[in-house]
């Protein structure tokens, strides 16, 4: 029994110390297998390059990308300015390629089309209030760029617009198709403001910048708190082809809306094929330099026209601006290239932001126009 008692413990002892041994081999291997993979993650990698970081960050960049009022309505104005100020932190000049505005109540303008690295500027945002409706209301611009990688980036503008106080209706007036001097229009001025009802405003004159058409006060009523004022445009016969562009300018007795403009399209875009038009740029702008209208800088605006025609001469409106024809040559065999700069002799009427340059000329003895719409940017 002794015998068979010893070899019994001597198997115990020696499965205690296999168990002992495994337990071990287990612990060396938990230790060691994080080091392993590690190393053959290592060997496997050894030719791959080292990681590099690369930046390629927009080089404009704007002092604030949201602009909000707050959660008051603002004071009633026709014609808000907010500004977003910026720099080029690039080392490459950054272009300007387009200003894509949220509404047509927008004209977004910016100081310089070519930032040169650490340059600076201001895109200012005008916004038409006029018939913008109460509340708030959010206003963006997509300003798109070369530094030179392409890029593009949303400005916007948030403000809470007062109680209607103007309407206009309709915004523009159009008259498509063939108008003749049987044909006329009405608009519509309806003044809201409480202040207003008892004194409403008065119109003191209308001016028409087109021969095209001619516009008259009609009427004046007040129901239900609106003052309303009606105007009627009335057009001309034998209006030459092709799509034409004016302007209703009425003056008022009002220091908020001294004066009211409605623009005017009539006619046909479509020309005969044989009538090609083209211009360049299709709207032009002039900065009016307040302090010194003779330094008013403006567009110069190409048109090409059939070589057939006969340029005779260039008409503006407002008077105070200025169109010099500075070039008329051959284009092409059938077209003729005139290029008309835009400049001011004086200070147009505070109030007036939108114009108009038309190039006339005569086909045999038929009269042709070409008419282009300007913006005056007061500074």
Not at 224 to 237: K, M, N, P, Q
């Amino acid at each position: 029994m002794s015998d068979v008692a010893n070899q019994e413990v001597s198997t115990d002892q020696a499965t205690g110390s296999q168990r002992n041994g495994n337990s071990i081999a287990r612990v060396i291997v938990m230790i060691l297998a994080p080091c392993l993979v590690s190393a053959a993650f290592a060997m496997r990698d050894s030719a791959a390059p080292a990681l590099t970081l690369e930046q390629n960050r927009p080089a404009l960049v704007f002092e604030t990308y949201m602009l909000h009022e707050g959660p008051d309505p603002i004071a009633p104005q026709p014609l808000l300015t907010p500004w977003f100020d910026f720099r080029n932190n690039g080392a490459e000049t950054v272009t300007i390629k387009e200003l894509s505005p949220s509404c047509g109540c927008l004209s977004p303008e910016i100081t310089a089309k070519e930032i040169p690295p650490g340059g600076t500027g201001r895109l200012t945002l005008p916004i038409k209030t006029r018939n913008e409706a109460a509340g708030l209301r959010e206003y963006m611009v997509t300003v798109k760029y070369e530094d030179p990688t392409p890029r593009e980036v949303a400005l916007t503008y948030k403000v809470v617009l007062p109680e209607k106080q103007l309407e206009i209706e309709p915004r523009v007036l159009m008259m498509m198709g063939r108008i003749s001097s049987a044909d006329h229009s009405i608009i519509s001025i309806a003044d809201y403001r409480p202040e207003r009802l008892q004194s409403p405003m008065k119109i003191q004159k209308i001016v028409s910048s087109s021969s095209l058409f001619s516009a008259r006060v009609i009427g004046n009523t007040s129901n239900d708190g609106v003052s309303r004022t009606a105007i009627e445009v009335t057009f001309t016969d034998d209006i030459p082809g092709g799509q034409h562009r004016g302007i209703v300018t009425a003056t008022t007795d009002d220091e908020t809306y001294p004066v009211i403009q409605i623009p005017v399209i009539l006619g046909d875009r479509k020309r005969a094929e044989d009538d090609p038009v083209t211009v360049n740029p299709t709207s032009g702008r002039v900065l009016v330099a307040t302090s010194n209208p003779s330094k008013s800088t403006g567009t110069t605006i190409a048109f090409t026209v059939p070589s057939r025609w006969k340029v005779t001469h260039v008409e503006t409106f407002p008077t105070q601006l200025t169109g010099k024809i500075e070039k008329s040559s051959e284009f092409t065999a059938d077209q003729t290239l005139v290029e008309v700069s835009l400049s001011l002799t004086e200070l147009p009427e505070a109030g007036i932001e939108q114009a108009n340059l038309t190039l006339h000329a005569t086909d045999g003895d038929q009269p042709e126009m070409v008419t282009v719409p300007i913006t005056l940017i007061w500074r």
